[in-house]
């Protein structure tokens, strides 16, 4: 089943999930598999904590139970770039000069993204500051590329840089 959940988009899988069909636990959880099968070689996420992510997912599945009204995100796993700040997460803007930064509250997108009902599950890599130094994530098509900064313009001098 978590290879079907992968292949829903995030409007038919909140719509399956918002039908009862299956939990955003499951949702959350089949997402969360198919990252740490990925993530080894693409090293996209700078945090990821399963256990939060399963935490809220729970949280938002009890809150279907009770009768609450459901926003267009409602259990769809979420990550945002590390230069964001979030309260349960670290934000260190890809830079040791922040690491262990622990923000007191969540950017406002992050606010949006929560009413929302969007699961939070952790923070992708970015250029340092976003704008310095890429990251380590690898292109998921070719792992000789980086995804690169701003634009994607740094995926393609960074790739072509190595293809040299």
Known sequence: MADEFVKLTATEAA???????????????ACLQRIEALDGEIKAFAHLDRG??????RRLDERRKEGHSLGPLHGIPVAVKDIIDTADYPTECGSP?????????????VTKLRAA????VGKTVT?????????????????ARTPGGIGGSGGRAHGAARAR
């Open 15 to 29: 719509a399956e999930i918002a039908r009862g069909a299956t939990s955003a636990e499951d949702y959350t959880r």
């Open 52 to 57: 939060h992510a399963l935490a809220q997912a």
């Open 97 to 109: 000069l922040v690491a262990g930064r622990r923000p007191r509250q969540d950017a406002t997108v």
């Open 117 to 120: 009902g969007a699961v939070i």
């Open 127 to 143: 250029t340092e500051f976003a704008y310095f130094h890429p990251g380590p994530t690898r292109n998921p098509h070719d792992h």
